[in-house]
């Protein structure tokens, strides 16, 4: 199987174009097709010598997924099933955004961590995607745009779906060196967020990559003992070890971090929790934020609740008057299950056919199925 060249930051396709004797402006030349002109086959790249596209041929595709169904909801959000070149699937969503478009990617087929509240979760991990699988998400996404003549970007990417971004961690930067580069996509890395389960050792590393972008920690729990009992994670990287990652990423980078908070009720959501976060931030209440999410129900998981909007206002209040920055997330494309937390991974094309993402179709949606 050929890789896809969007498995490439420019550094490489540069090197790899010197390699096979050619100049580097070259490989500029290809970088503006591949992402400012977005085009689908090598044969379009009209200022490349013929030998040089059949080297191309030879060694990459472009775009490696296949786009099998795609759902838009009341509210604009749309999800994306895409199948990988070994038939497996992933989803990709877009939100509509006051600021732009967002889209939040996937990164493995399942997810190891098994977060006990969390769809992704319920399939162990099959494989990582490869950088170039990543990219293709966002460059397909655009092309959706592109091919309806809509003059709208991809202006922020979200790396929240299925899979933990740590665990993948060589292929996911090199996607977001490749979707921040200057000369191509250029999604400025102030709009990229990069969400993790905590992996300290990784959180220590991507603070010496010297990357502008935003790290996201979905905590969930202000104790361990809390913590360890719906996020297994915890027991290898209990909150000591995290905090000291995340002490470390704030000195060195000097950059916010954001906390992610699913409200579950009865399990997290108590005033004492909110105490107890409001302590464990309290020395840098100026470097954090708090995003309170609604929990989204799954229904393997049917020991976790949504907390009331009651509670969530006086966990909210008490963060505030603690003096710490947070926010209550606003949901999107609840109709369609696409909101964070809700995407599954689907290992083989027959899952699409029965698996929620059909099922939960409504009349009033715009559905099609591409094959
Ligand atoms: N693995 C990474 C990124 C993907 S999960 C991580 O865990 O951070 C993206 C976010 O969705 C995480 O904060 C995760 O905890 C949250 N999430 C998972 N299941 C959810 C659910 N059912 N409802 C709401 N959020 C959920
Ligand atoms: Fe994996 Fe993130 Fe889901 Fe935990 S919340 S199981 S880390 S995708």
Not at 167 to 172: E, F, H, I, L, S
Not at 331 to 354: F, P, V, W, Y
Request: glycine residues 6%; neutral net charge.
């Amino acid at each position: 199987m050929k890789p896809s060249i969007y498995g490439l930051t420019r550094e490489q396709l540069i090197a790899w174009a010197i390699d096979n004797g050619a100049k580097k402006f070259r490989a500029t030349q290809i970088w503006d097709w591949l992402y400012k002109k977005r085009v689908q086959s090598f044969d379009e790249m009209t200022n490349i010598a013929k030998d040089f596209i059949a080297k191309l041929d030879d060694c990459f595709v472009i775009n490696p997924l296949q786009q099998r169904l795609v759902q838009e909801a009341k509210d604009g959000t749309v999800k994306y099933l895409f199948e990988l070149p070994d038939g497996m699937l992933v989803e990709t969503v877009l939100m509509r955004q006051k600021y732009g478009l967002s889209v939040c990617v996937t990164t493995q087929v399942g997810c190891n961590i098994g977060c006990t509240f969390c769809a992704s979760g319920l399939i162990k991990k099959q494989r990582d995607l490869t950088a170039g699988e990543i990219t293709a998400q966002i460059m397909l996404v655009q092309k959706y745009f592109d091919e309806r003549g809509l003059d709208e970007r991809v202006s922020h990417v979200v790396v929240m779906g299925i899979g933990e971004p740590f665990d993948n961690y060589d292929n996911v930067i090199n996607f977001i060196k490749t979707i921040n580069d200057d000369n191509g996509l250029a999604i400025g890395a102030r709009h990229i967020t990069v969400s993790t389960s905590g992996l300290a050792n990784k959180i220590r590393e991507f603070a010496e990559t010297g990357l502008q972008i935003n790290l996201a920690i979905s905590l969930h729990a202000p104790n361990n003992e809390v913590r360890t009992s719906i996020m297994r994670i915890n027991r290898s990287f209990p909150l000591e070890k995290l905090f000291e990652a995340i002490d470390y990423y704030i000195k060195t980078t000097n950059r916010r971090v954001t906390f992610e908070y699913i409200m579950l009720s009865g399990i997290n959501d108590r005033p004492q929790h909110a105490r107890e976060l409001v302590a464990l931030l309290r020395d840098k209440k100026k470097l954090v934020y708090v995003n309170l999410i609604p929990y989204n129900p799954v229904s393997e998981h049917d020991q976790y609740t949504r907390s009331s909007k009651e509670d969530v206002l006086a966990f909210y209040d008490i963060l505030k008057k603690g003096g710490i920055n947070c926010v209550i997330r606003q949901e999107h494309g609840t109709d369609i299950d696409a909101a964070c937390g809700q995407l599954r991974s689907k290992t083989m094309k027959n899952d699409a056919e029965t698996a929620s993402f059909d099922e939960k179709i409504k009349n009033d949606m715009y559905t099609q199925v591409i094959s």
